[in-house]
C-alpha cells in the first residue's frame, strides 16, 4: 500500500511538475511585461497629488502652499534636500515631520486625526504613504544631498550614524550589518 501511494506521488509530481513550471514561467514574464510598462508606485503617486491638491481640515486648505525647504508649494527635488533644517520650527525634519507640521500648521488638522494612521497596510496604505510617494516622485533624477550647513543639521548627521552602526538585537546586527557596503548582505 505505502509503496503504491509513493508511486501516484510520483507520478502526480512528474505530470503536474512541468506544467506548474511554464505557468511560474508566464506568470513571471507578465510581471516583467507590467512592470517595463510602468511602475505600480507611480498610481500612490497620482493619489498623492491629489491629497496635496485636495482642500481639508478646518482651514479647507490644501498643502499646496507647504515648504519643504525650495519654497512654499515648490517640489522639485524637495525630497533629495531633507532632512533639513527649518527656521521656522528651529528643527531639522524629514519629509513626514514636515508633511505633518503642514497639515497641523496650514489646514488646522488635529493632531490626534493626523496622526491616527501613518502607516498603512497592503490593502488600505495611508495619506502619508500616499503624499510621500508623490513628492518623492517630484525629485526622481535629482542627487540625494540632504541639508550639513546648519549645526542641527550636523548633529542629526552624527546621531543617524550612530545610530545606523549601533549594534542590537539577538543577533547583534547594526543597520550597517546589511547596508554599510555595496553588494552585501547576511542569509540567515
Same mark, same amino acid.
Given at each position: 500500500?505505502?509503496?503504491?501511494?509513493?508511486?501516484?506521488?510520483?507520478?502526480?509530481?512528474?505530470?503536474?511538475?512541468?506544467?506548474?513550471?511554464?505557468?511560474?514561467?508566464?506568470?513571471?514574464?507578465?510581471?516583467?511585461?507590467?512592470?517595463?510598462?510602468?511602475?505600480?508606485?507611480?498610481?500612490?503617486?497620482?493619489?498623492?497629488?491629489?491629497?496635496?491638491?485636495? =482642500?481639508?481640515?478646518?482651514?479647507?486648505?490644501? @498643502?499646496?502652499? $507647504?515648504? !519643504?525647504?525650495?519654497?512654499?508649494?515648490? /517640489? #522639485?527635488? *524637495?525630497?533629495?534636500?531633507?532632512?533639513?533644517?527649518?527656521?521656522?520650527?528651529? =528643527?531639522?525634519?524629514?519629509?513626514?515631520?514636515? @508633511?505633518?507640521? $503642514?497639515? !497641523?500648521?496650514?489646514?488646522?488638522?488635529? /493632531? #490626534?486625526? *493626523?496622526?491616527?494612521?501613518?502607516?498603512?497596510?497592503?490593502?488600505?496604505?495611508?495619506?502619508?504613504?500616499?503624499?510621500?510617494?508623490?513628492?518623492?516622485?517630484?525629485?526622481?533624477?535629482?542627487?540625494?544631498?540632504?541639508?550639513?550647513?546648519?549645526?542641527?543639521?550636523?548633529?542629526?548627521?552624527?546621531?543617524?550614524?550612530?545610530?545606523?552602526?549601533?549594534?542590537?538585537?539577538?543577533?547583534?546586527?547594526?543597520?550597517?550589518?546589511?547596508?554599510?557596503?555595496?553588494?552585501?548582505?547576511?542569509?540567515?
Amino acid at each position: 500500500m505505502r509503496m503504491r501511494t509513493v508511486t501516484f506521488g510520483a507520478v502526480l509530481a512528474l505530470t503536474f511538475a512541468p506544467a506548474y513550471a511554464q505557468d511560474a514561467k508566464k506568470e513571471i514574464q507578465k510581471y516583467q511585461q507590467m512592470i517595463t510598462e510602468g511602475s505600480p508606485v507611480e498610481l500612490y503617486e497620482l493619489e498623492g497629488e491629489d491629497l496635496w491638491k485636495k =482642500r481639508q481640515g478646518p482651514k479647507n486648505v490644501s @498643502l499646496e502652499q $507647504c515648504d !519643504l525647504g525650495m519654497g512654499p508649494g515648490r /517640489l #522639485k527635488g *524637495a525630497y533629495a534636500h531633507l532632512p533639513r533644517h527649518f527656521p521656522d520650527t528651529d =528643527r531639522v525634519m524629514d519629509l513626514e515631520a514636515r @508633511l505633518l507640521h $503642514c497639515m !497641523l500648521t496650514l489646514q488646522g488638522r488635529d /493632531l #490626534k486625526e *493626523a496622526t491616527k494612521r501613518v502607516f498603512g497596510n497592503a490593502d488600505r496604505p495611508s495619506e502619508m504613504e500616499y503624499l510621500s510617494a508623490y513628492i518623492a516622485g517630484q525629485s526622481r533624477g535629482v542627487p540625494v544631498s540632504p541639508g550639513m550647513e546648519h549645526p542641527k543639521e550636523r548633529a542629526a548627521f552624527e546621531l543617524g550614524r550612530k545610530l545606523f552602526f549601533n549594534r542590537a538585537g539577538p543577533w547583534d546586527f547594526s543597520c550597517a550589518s546589511c547596508h554599510g557596503e555595496e553588494g552585501k548582505r547576511i542569509r540567515m
